[in-house]
C-alpha cells in the first residue's frame, strides 16, 4: 500500500522567505508523486509532478520539488514566498502501473507572515 | 471548456434524508473519482469509475452509492444523510492510461444536521 506523510500541518514563512514543505513518502513500487495547491473555497490544482523523468521537478508559480529516493521524500520549495502563496497544499502518491488513484497526504496549510 | 463542474455548491439536509451530488466533465476523459475532504484527514477516495458503466469502492464507501451515467457525468447519493457525511465533497477526472493531472471540481459543501 502506498501512503504519504505531510511533516507538519501549520507551517508560517515570511513574506520573501524560503518556503519548505516536507512530504515522505512509501511505495512498494516506483512511484508517481504530485504537489497540489488549494486556494480557500477551491478545488485543488496541480502545482507538479514527478513521474521519473527528472529528479527535480519545476511547477508553476516558481515552486520546485527534488525526489529524493535514499531519503523517500518529495519536499515542495520555493526561494522566496509571496503573499499569494497562502493556500492548503498536498502531496499525493500514485503508482506507475496504470493505477491512477491517488493517496493524498493530510495537507499543509501555508500561512505568509507580511 | 467549462472543466469538471459540480452541483450543488452548498447544501443541507437533516439525518435520513438523501441527496444525489452531480458532478459532470467536458474533457473526454475515461476515469472520474469522487473525494471527501475532512479538516486533518486529507482527501480520501469514496468511489471512481474507470469507465462509462463500472464504478469502485475506494477507501471510504460505506453510506455513499454512485451511478456513471455516461462518459460525462458521475453522481454520488446519500440514501440516508448521517452527520458523520459532513464534509466538503470533491469530483475529478483523468484520462486513463495517461500519468497526468487530476482534474478536480470546486467541491460540494454538505452539511447534515
Known amino acids: 500500500a502506498q501512503s504519504v506523510t505531510q511533516l507538519g500541518s501549520h507551517v508560517s514563512v515570511s513574506e520573501g522567505a524560503l518556503v519548505l514543505l516536507r512530504c515522505n513518502y512509501s511505495?512498494?513500487?516506483?512511484?508517481?508523486l504530485f504537489w497540489y495547491v488549494q486556494y480557500p473555497n477551491q478545488g485543488l490544482q496541480l502545482l507538479l509532478k514527478y513521474t521519473s523523468a527528472a529528479t527535480l521537478v519545476k511547477g508553476i508559480n516558481g515552486f520546485e520539488a527534488e525526489f529524493k529516493k535514499s531519503e523517500t521524500s518529495f519536499h515542495l520549495t520555493k526561494p522566496s514566498a509571496h503573499m499569494s502563496d497562502a493556500a492548503e497544499y498536498f502531496c499525493?502518491?500514485?503508482?506507475?502501473?496504470?493505477?491512477?488513484?491517488?493517496?493524498f497526504g493530510t495537507g499543509t496549510r501555508l500561512t505568509i507572515i507580511p | 471548456n467549462a472543466g469538471v463542474t459540480q452541483t450543488p455548491k452548498f447544501q443541507v439536509l437533516k439525518t435520513g434524508q438523501s441527496m444525489t451530488l452531480q458532478c459532470a466533465q467536458d474533457?473526454?476523459?475515461?476515469?472520474m473519482y469522487w473525494y471527501r475532504q475532512d479538516p486533518g484527514m486529507g482527501l480520501r477516495l469514496i468511489y471512481y469509475s474507470a469507465s462509462e458503466g463500472t464504478t469502485d469502492k475506494g477507501e471510504v464507501p460505506n453510506g455513499y452509492n454512485v451511478s456513471r451515467l455516461n462518459k460525462r457525468e458521475f453522481s454520488l447519493r446519500l440514501e440516508s444523510a448521517a452527520p458523520s457525511q459532513t464534509s466538503v465533497y470533491f469530483c475529478a477526472s483523468i484520462n486513463r492510461g495517461l500519468v497526468n493531472e487530476q482534474f478536480f471540481g470546486p467541491g460540494t459543501r454538505l452539511t447534515v444536521l
Open positions: 474533457m473526454n476523459h475515461n476515469s
Open positions: 499525493a502518491v500514485s503508482d506507475n502501473f496504470g493505477n491512477e488513484k491517488l493517496t
Open positions: 511505495s512498494s513500487v516506483p512511484p508517481y
